[in-house]
């Protein structure tokens, strides 16, 4: 090998053993998110609820407050069927269709790097102040 050329490929290999990973959610990480708390919504199950949630979340929310947030997004869905896969969003975010059993309506959920929910909304009005079926960092 050239010395030349020997010389770049140990700068290569160099700087990708010292470069920081970078640490990103997969491409269907939003989805597999979704996928799992309407898994926890469906079983009424706030202490598996309150695992998806990222620390920050789960140090601000007790099992009692989740619970209550359940049921007052129960009182607004009733029984969920399904979400739709995001009409919009990235890796981070999406927004969902929400198959309810009274009504469609719209959820906006939001990860972190580590795939845990940093922002979720059940609605059906996106510019209401007021929302009942929300969890996130400001309320």
Known sequence: ??????AAAALVNGASLTAPAVSEPGPHAVINAAEALLRAYKAEDPDAFRQLLAPSLQDRYSGDDLRGIL??????????DRFS??????????????YAEMAVLEMIL???DSER???????????????????GETE
Request: hydrophobic share 40%; glycine share 8%.
């Open 1 to 6: 090998m050239r010395p030349l050329l020997k």
């Open 71 to 80: 049921a007052r997004c129960r009182a607004l869905t009733y029984e969920i």
């Open 85 to 98: 896969i995001p009409s919009w969003g990235t890796r981070y975010f999406g927004f969902f269709g929400v």
């Open 110 to 112: 939001e990860i972190d």
């Open 117 to 135: 929910i940093v922002h979720w909304v059940i609605t059906n009005d996106v510019n209401a102040g007021d929302q009942p079926c929300r969890v």
